[in-house]
């Protein structure tokens, strides 16, 4: 930040106030506790949460968008679903977590990638990760998405990460963490369906995180 008290662009080699260097990608920084901190980060848009359970799945996502210490919007619905596509054509599952532009910048992405592998989501994803990891444009977008069909449930990140859980349950966004705790208890000591257990877990973690509601939306596929 500079003296105007503006936020300053971050350059390539560029270091923050204890000497550490600055991401050379032109990201907007803020004074942090431990030095600069992306603007992204002030930004908090979502929780979602995938659990499987047997041979069915369920996404859900909260309705909240802050900005700051402000509530934008409390219905926003932040899951979708494509049909025809995935294990067996029962459809596709997908939460996004991050700007609302760059994650429908993504899914119109992801989903041209699985009309070239329509039953194939673990292709179709790595295929998403290496070309939002590579492409000049895309690999600005801020966002996190969480996708599943009848066979896997997988997270990919802009970083090239494509990661599926061993469990089944996938959290991500700001009430994350509380979402997936909620939610591995739930399996393990309640009798529940799949959208039940992230219904009540996306409850239970809007009573903790201040970026989270109580407005969820879920979907899921059964076998």
Known sequence: MGRD???ERAGEGDTDSLGMRCPGDGMLLAPGEFG???VMQL???TTILAVRKGEDIAI?????VSLGDTIAKA???KVRRLDDLGAKRAGVLIGFAGS?????????RFEAKLKDAPTNLMKASIELAKLWRTDRALRRLESLLVVADLDKTLMISGQGDVIEPSDGVCAVGSGGAY???AARALLRHASLSAADISREALQIAGEICVYTN???TVLSLEA
């Open 5 to 7: 008290g503006r936020f």
């Open 36 to 38: 600069y901190t992306t």
């Open 43 to 45: 930004f908090h848009a």
């Open 60 to 64: 859900a996502g909260d309705g909240q």
């Open 75 to 77: 219905d926003a619905v």
């Open 100 to 108: 609302a532009a760059d994650a429908f910048a993504l899914l119109d």
């Open 179 to 181: 979402a997936l705790a």
């Open 214 to 216: 109580a407005n969820v």
